[in-house]
């Protein structure tokens, strides 16, 4: 089975973003049923080797799922995340499960480092303890993109970024909910995944399981 989630030209999907810190899971699902109407009539792949062959996997916002995916084993489940191709890949008892979009670090001092790694912490809900906004007493926006460093203006206070389904792994690094609209290296390190994806790795992995970056 294949989820679709393709990109409408960059200035309509950053339209439908209102101005808030980040934007909310109720905001990707918008984007998602916009991907989707555009795209409905387009014909893909049902096997993952074909999924992989087409031209477009590199920039494609599609994910594939397997019947792999029914199973659960957390203690025989990882996650693979392609650092080249900006994708990521659940295994499951040694098959693939679902191949999925991804957003990692920024080329420059926030590369998402390479290496084999173990979860550390799972939170359903999570915000970011550097990264995020200032909002005013009545939470409105007061200025964007900020660290938790920055001195807020008066009668502001730093509110942190969401970053939903959190899955710790190295660090502060992550893998969370996030944009991925930009399909090059754009995070300060975690690796961002669309809402649906970041649901089913969470489900299905557990402290300690594996995340192997490459």
């Not at 397997?66 to 996650?79: C, D, F, I, R, T």
């Not at 295994?91 to 550390?120: H, K, L, W």
Request: aromatic share 10%; glycine share 8%.
């Amino acid at each position: 089975m294949l989820m679709k989630r393709n990109l409408l030209p960059l200035f309509v999907a950053a339209a439908l973003l209102p101005a808030a810190c980040t934007p909310t899971a109720e905001d990707y699902r918008r984007m998602g049923d916009e991907w989707d109407a555009a795209t409905k009539n387009r014909k893909v792949s049902y096997r993952w080797e074909d999924f992989i062959a087409s031209p477009n996997y590199r920039t494609s916002r599609d994910y594939w799922r397997g019947k792999a995916l029914e199973q659960y084993n957390p203690a025989n489940s990882y996650v693979v995340i392609l650092l080249k191709e900006q994708r990521g890949r659940l295994y499951i008892n040694g098959q693939i499960a679902m191949d999925f979009p991804v957003c990692t670090g920024r080329v420059g001092g926030s590369e998402t480092p390479r290496g084999t790694f173990r979860i550390s912490e799972k939170k359903r809900e999570h915000r970011s303890s550097r990264y995020g906004c200032f909002v005013d007493a009545n939470d409105n926006l007061v200025r964007a993109n900020v660290t938790s460093s920055q001195r807020p203006p008066a009668g502001a206070h730093f509110k942190g970024s969401k970053m939903d389904y959190w899955m710790r792994f190295n660090g502060a690094i992550g893998l969370h909910v996030g944009n991925i609209i930009e399909r090059t290296g754009q995070s300060h390190g975690c690796v961002r995944l669309p809402e649906e994806p970041s649901a089913i790795l969470f489900s299905k992995l557990e402290v300690g399981s594996r995340v192997i970056v490459k």
